[in-house]
C-alpha cells in the first residue's frame, strides 16, 4: 500500500522540481542576458556572450599609469576612450555602445593578474596590456578564456597564441633593423663591438636576440648590460661600454633608461650613436637635460610612424586628439592604442556581420584579416599566430620642435636577412 502511494507522489515531486529548474532558468537566463553575460541570440539575432548586451560591448584595459610606463599608458588610455567616443557618437558598433573598463597595474604583475581576474568575467576583449612580464604572466588564463588581446608589448614570446595579438614588428625584428641602419649608414663596421643596454625579461631578452644575430651577420659582437625597471642611473653600464670600446649602442628599456644613457654617455666623452626600441622613448625626455645628447645621438626603431607623419590618418587623429585633449602631449601610445582600438573595433564589426559577438568569433573575426589597415602606418596580416604581425620597420630621430618629439628618418622597410632569421627561428 506505502509503495502504490509513494509512486505518484514521486511522480509529482519530480514534475513539480522540472517546473522550478524551468523556472530558475528561465529567470537566470534573463539575468544574465541583464548583465551582458549572455551566450543567448540579442533582441538582433546577434549571438552574445560576456561582455556583451543588447545595448553594450565591453572591452578591458589592464595598463600601466603609476610605474615606468605611466606616461605611455595615460596617452594610450586617452587615445582608446577618444576612439569609443568616436565610435559611439558614430552610432556604436552592431548597434551597441562600446564601454572601457580600465585598471592601472603600475607595472606590478601581481596586482595585474588581480586585476584580470576582477574585469575579464565582464569583457569581450583586451584592446590594452601593457608590459611583457604582464601579458606573460596571463597567457593561459587568456588563452582559456578566448580574450583576444592586444598587448602594448612586441616580445616573440607572445607569438603563437591565437587569442593574443602581438601589433606590428617584434622588439627582436627592430633590432636587427637598428643593426642594419647602422651599418648602411656607415655608423659601424664589420670587426666593431656594439652594446645593448637591455631590460631582465622577455622584453630585453627578445631585443638581445635580434642585435646578436644582425651583429653576428655583418661580423660584429655585441655586449650586453643587463638592467632592471627600477635602474635609472646607468653610469655604471656606460662605463663599461666604454671600457669595451663599442662603436655603437641599442637600448630596450624605458625613457628614463634611454636618457640616462645618452646623458652619461655624452658627459663621459662616449659619443657614439644610439639606437632605442620604441618603448625607450618619450617625447617628455626633451625637456629634460639629456635633450641635446637625445637630439645629437639618438635614433628609434619602431614598427608605427612617428605621429609628426604626413599620413592623412595620423594627422586626422593627432588634430582629434589634440582638440580633445589639449595641452597632452601626443606621443607614440597615442598613436598605438588608437591604432589598436581602431583594428579591434574592426575585428568586432566583422564579427557582428558574422551573427556572433562570442569572444571565439571575435578571435576568428580577427584572425581572418590578412591586410589590416588602419591608414596609421604598414597594413598588417593576422592569419599566422607563429609570426609577426609586420616585418617593417620605422627608423625615427628626436626633435623638440616635432609633434611627438619624433621625426621620420626612414619609411618602414625589411631589413634584410629578416626573412631568413624568422625562419631560422622556427
Not at 618629439?405 to 631560422?424: F, I, K, M, N, T
Amino acid at each position: 500500500m506505502n509503495v502504490t502511494h509513494t509512486r505518484p507522489r514521486t511522480t509529482r515531486t519530480a514534475a513539480l522540481a522540472a517546473a522550478l529548474a524551468a523556472v530558475l532558468l528561465a529567470g537566470t537566463a534573463c539575468s544574465t542576458k541583464a548583465d551582458g553575460k549572455s551566450t543567448d541570440d540579442g533582441a538582433d539575432g546577434v549571438k552574445a556572450g560576456p561582455g556583451v548586451s543588447d545595448k553594450a560591448i565591453r572591452l578591458g584595459a589592464l595598463t600601466d599609469l603609476t610605474g615606468p610606463y605611466a606616461t605611455l599608458g595615460k596617452s594610450i588610455v586617452q587615445a582608446q576612450q577618444m576612439w569609443a567616443d568616436e565610435t559611439n557618437a558614430a552610432g556604436g558598433i552592431c548597434g551597441r555602445k562600446v564601454e572601457i573598463v580600465v585598471k592601472d597595474h603600475g607595472y606590478d604583475v601581481q596586482k595585474a593578474v588581480t586585476a584580470y581576474a576582477d574585469i575579464s568575467p565582464d569583457v569581450v576583449a583586451l584592446p590594452q596590456v601593457i608590459g611583457s612580464p604582464v601579458v606573460a604572466a596571463l597567457l593561459d588564463d587568456i588563452q582559456r578564456d578566448h580574450i583576444l588581446t592586444f598587448p602594448q608589448a612586441w616580445a616573440a614570446s607572445l607569438l603563437g597564441k591565437d587569442s593574443v595579438q602581438v601589433l606590428g614588428t617584434t622588439y627582436d625584428l627592430d633590432m636587427i633593423a637598428a643593426v642594419d641602419f647602422l651599418t648602411r649608414t656607415k655608423k659601424i663596421a664589420k670587426g666593431d663591438t656594439i652594446g645593448h643596454v637591455y631590460f631582465e625579461g622577455d622584453y630585453g631578452a627578445n631585443a638581445l636576440e635580434g642585435s646578436q644575430w644582425a651583429a653576428g651577420q655583418a661580423g660584429m659582437k655585441v655586449v650586453g648590460q643587463k638592467i632592471k625597471a627600477t635602474d635609472t642611473d646607468l653610469s655604471a653600464q656606460v662605463s663599461a661600454l666604454n671600457k669595451a670600446g663599442v662603436k655603437a649602442v641599442l637600448i630596450s628599456a624605458g625613457p628614463a633608461q634611454t636618457a640616462s644613457l645618452a646623458g652619461v654617455a655624452a658627459a663621459r666623452g662616449l659619443k657614439v650613436p644610439i639606437v632605442s626600441s620604441a618603448p625607450g622613448y618619450a617625447p617628455q625626455l626633451m625637456k629634460t637635460p639629456a635633450a641635446a645628447a637625445l637630439e645629437a645621438m639618438v635614433h628609434v626603431a619602431s614598427a608605427a610612424p612617428a605621429v609628426s607623419s604626413e599620413l592623412p590618418g595620423v594627422r586626422k587623429m593627432v588634430a582629434s586628439y589634440t582638440e580633445k585633449y589639449p595641452g597632452q602631449p601626443v606621443d607614440s601610445g597615442v598613436l598605438s592604442g588608437y591604432n589598436a582600438a581602431q583594428l579591434l573595433g574592426a575585428d568586432l564589426k566583422k564579427a557582428c556581420e558574422g551573427g556572433s559577438l562570442t569572444r571565439e568569433a571575435v578571435v576568428k573575426a580577427h584572425r581572418s584579416q590578412s591586410n589590416a589597415d588602419t591608414g596609421l602606418g604598414m597594413p598588417q596580416n593576422f592569419t599566422d599566430v607563429s609570426a609577426p604581425a609586420s616585418r617593417s620597420t620605422y627608423v625615427l630621430k628626436p626633435d623638440a620642435k616635432a609633434v611627438g618629439g619624433l621625426v621620420g628618418v626612414e619609411e618602414a622597410h625589411q631589413a634584410p636577412g629578416v626573412d631568413a632569421y624568422l625562419s631560422a627561428r622556427g
